[in-house]
């Protein structure tokens, strides 16, 4: 687990495109700041999962309040780091 987000996978049996699926609670706020929050979330995945993420998962993340606070590089790190420890 990351300040800004949970990220979990599943193993698939086929080959497929990486999917990447994105969920924030009601509890960060309106769906003003939810939709921030995804959005960033949006962001760090399109930069960063092509090279690191295996195709044979899907991912979930799911949004923390801090995430809306946290620096963008300190997400990007983190999601990197998550994604490595998942797919060793």
Do not use: C, Q, W
């Not at 700041?33 to 999962?49: D, G």
């Amino acid at each position: 687990m990351t300040d800004g987000f949970i990220l979990l996978a599943r193993d698939r049996a086929d080959e497929g495109a990486v999917r990447v699926g994105f969920t924030v609670t009601k509890k960060i706020g309106n769906a003003v700041v939810r939709n921030r929050l995804k959005r960033r979330l949006r962001a760090l995945v399109s930069e960063s999962m092509p090279t690191l993420a295996s195709p044979a998962h899907d991912y979930v993340l799911i949004g923390r309040a801090p995430g809306l606070t946290r620096a963008y590089v300190d997400m990007a790190a983190d999601l990197e780091r998550a994604v490595r420890k998942l797919v060793r």
